[in-house]
């Protein structure tokens, strides 16, 4: 099993910055993604960021530029910095981890219990 464990949330006014941390621990996989999602009020869970352990990234258009993950593979841990905050980033925010296991073709997700981040004046 894997336990996910998330820090950094709060209240921001707009134009603001925020930076979320997430600390892995239990069985992970050699071949894994971290990443960020977040589920606003009312709307889907969506990506917002996520990191390869080989240092590859993806981001949501709606964030690309103003946010940037990071990871410590050493430590297990993965990072957000969020810059330039407006409304529409107020959501709950979810550390995941996804194992992959490329000789049996198995990837198993694993979720934080998520982090409030709320931007208003």
């Known amino acids: 099993q894997v336990q996910l464990v998330e820090s950094g949330g709060g209240l921001v006014q707009p134009g603001g910055s925020l930076r979320l941390s997430c600390a892995a621990s239990?069985?992970?996989?050699?071949?894994?993604?971290m990443g960020w999602y977040r589920q606003a009020p009312g709307k889907q869970r969506e990506l917002v960021a996520t990191?390869?352990?080989?240092?590859?990234?993806n981001y949501s258009r709606s964030v690309k530029g103003r946010f940037t993950i990071s990871r410590d593979n050493a430590k297990n841990t993965v990072d957000l910095r969020m810059n330039s905050l407006n409304p529409e980033d107020t959501a709950v925010y979810y550390c995941?981890?996804?194992?992959?296991?490329?000789?049996?073709?198995?990837?198993?997700?694993?979720w934080g219990q998520g982090t409030q981040v709320t931007v208003s004046s």
């Open positions: 990191m390869k352990n080989d240092g590859s990234t």
């Open positions: 995941n981890l996804l194992n992959i296991y490329l000789s049996v073709r198995t990837e198993t997700a694993y």
């Open positions: 239990g069985s992970i996989s050699r071949d894994n993604v």
